[in-house]
């Protein structure tokens, strides 16, 4: 079963954000979080190319993010997230992606930064922009507490100010 295609106001803003993230991408900050999740979980660069399908279908499922949340969480002396490592349904996938967002806010993470769970489970361009900004404005969250790995994004996340 597919979903409907968006029209009017919908569509409009859909293609808005799409634009966001290209714009995003061609200076580097997709690649830039990819690399950092990558180097703080001890994995090789080519786990995951470097592109907007292959970094959402990485991170859909949620136990990469908890995996990585749980790095930095112990970094800060905070109690790690609880997640499914054995993703059978969609449910268990938004349940890790929800505990994902609990443990940024555990980590000093302002809720205004999270991401909706659907912005990474529908897997589409533009609201994976979401999750992109939430994981730079986590790296520069990590940067500023001297965490170890080292974020190198260093453009302001993009925000909808229309």
Same mark, same amino acid.
């Given at each position: 079963?597919?979903?409907?295609?968006?029209? $009017?106001?919908?569509? *409009?803003?859909?293609?808005?954000?799409?634009?966001?993230?290209? +714009?995003?991408?061609?200076? &580097? @900050?997709?690649?830039?979080?990819?690399?950092?999740?990558?180097?703080?979980? $001890?994995?090789?660069? *080519?786990?995951?190319?470097?592109?907007?399908?292959?970094?959402? +279908?990485?991170?859909?499922? &949620? @136990?990469?993010?908890?995996?990585?949340?749980?790095?930095?969480?112990?970094?800060?002396?905070?109690?790690?997230?609880?997640?499914?490592?054995?993703?059978?349904?969609?449910?268990?996938?938004?349940?890790?992606?929800?505990?994902?967002?609990?443990?940024?806010?555990?980590?000093?993470?302002?809720k205004e930064a999270l991401f909706q769970t659907t912005d990474l489970y529908e897997s589409r361009k533009g609201p994976f922009l979401n999750v992109i900004n939430c994981l730079h404005s986590l790296g520069s969250l990590a940067n500023?507490?001297?965490?170890?790995?080292?974020?190198?994004?260093?453009?302001?996340?993009?925000?909808?100010?229309?």
């Open positions: 079963m597919s979903r409907a295609s968006k029209s $009017g106001l919908a569509a *409009d803003i859909e293609r808005k954000l799409e634009h966001q993230y290209d +714009a995003t991408e061609a200076r &580097g @900050t997709p690649d830039a979080v990819r690399m950092w999740i990558l180097a703080t979980l $001890g994995e090789k660069s *080519d786990v995951v190319k470097n592109d907007f399908k292959s970094i959402a +279908a990485y991170l859909k499922d &949620g @136990t990469v993010l908890c995996r990585f949340i749980n790095v930095l969480l112990k970094s800060d002396g905070k109690a790690p997230v609880g997640f499914q490592k054995k993703c059978a349904s969609p449910f268990v996938a938004m349940t890790n992606i929800e505990n994902f967002n609990k443990g940024a806010t555990d980590y000093g993470l302002g500023g507490k001297d965490f170890e790995v080292k974020y190198t994004g260093v453009d302001e996340p993009t925000l909808d100010r229309d």
